[in-house]
């Protein structure tokens, strides 16, 4: 590896560490007046998990019509195999 890319790959390699540094060197100020709306959560989860019950509600409901559709079609074939099997 030549000189210039070792230096390059160190240069990018330690640019985060220098910057996280001068992070921490600020120091807190406290906020003074209004800081900004505070939106209540509450009704936001709830429809969220109203909205994540009724997709589940459906997803039971079409994968158990899915069954009963290949029950069904079971029985039948049983029947036809049943009647072919008695001549």
Known sequence: M???KLAAFV???LAPLA?????FAQEFEKVTGKV???VPAGP???IAYGFI???ILGYVLFVARGIARVRGDVADLRRKLDSAGKR
């Open 19 to 23: 910057l996280s540094a001068t992070a």
């Open 36 to 38: 900004a709306d505070e």
């Open 11 to 13: 240069v990018t390699a």
């Open 2 to 4: 030549n000189p210039a």
């Open 44 to 46: 936001f989860v709830g």
């Open 53 to 55: 019950w009724i997709a």
